[in-house]
């Protein structure tokens, strides 16, 4: 089965990273082996278009090897994204433990719609810490190395929640 839109694919993979205004050689930050795949809804994925486009039409057991330059992958780094929060917002009530507050330490967090996200502690102001919300793989190059393990048709429960469930995916 090729992939397509609404189709579960399961991928293994190595993912390195580059900066793209330097010549060292890329350096790997995620490995997604046979004991750990990553599943996604093709087309509702979330993942840049550009990393969707290098896999349309690929089946299962097809390797694919491809480079997202920073334009194509998570961008520049936004200055508006950096911003300062009251430490005061971030209690061991609401499950801040001030271990977690150390500068380099990515914090999870809710937005207002009740998604995940996370920002990098960047420094420690005092009564306030500096907080970075660009994407970890802003100013980037991204390059992949990998193989198609699965592909078949999403459910219409996955379709209607806008994720994978089962084993590789969301347990309800």
Known sequence: ????????????YELKVSKA??????FSVEVRDQEDPFYFIFGNSG???????????????DHFNF????????GE???ELIVDIAKAQLTEERGFKPEMLQ???????????GY???????KDLGEDLLLDFNHPLVDFKLHFDGEVM???EASPEELAHGHVHGEHGHQH
């Open 1 to 12: 089965m090729e992939i397509s839109n609404n189709k579960v694919v399961g991928l293994t």
């Open 21 to 26: 205004d330097e010549e060292s050689a890329p």
């Open 47 to 61: 993942l840049p278009e550009k990393f969707e486009s290098y896999l349309v039409d690929k089946n299962e057991g």
């Open 67 to 74: 480079v997202l330059e920073v334009n194509e992958a998570y």
């Open 77 to 79: 780094a936004d200055d």
């Open 103 to 113: 500068e380099g330490n990515f914090l999870p967090l809710i937005d207002e719609e």
């Open 116 to 122: 995940p996200m996370q920002a990098k502690v960047l």
């Open 150 to 152: 699965e592909v078949r």
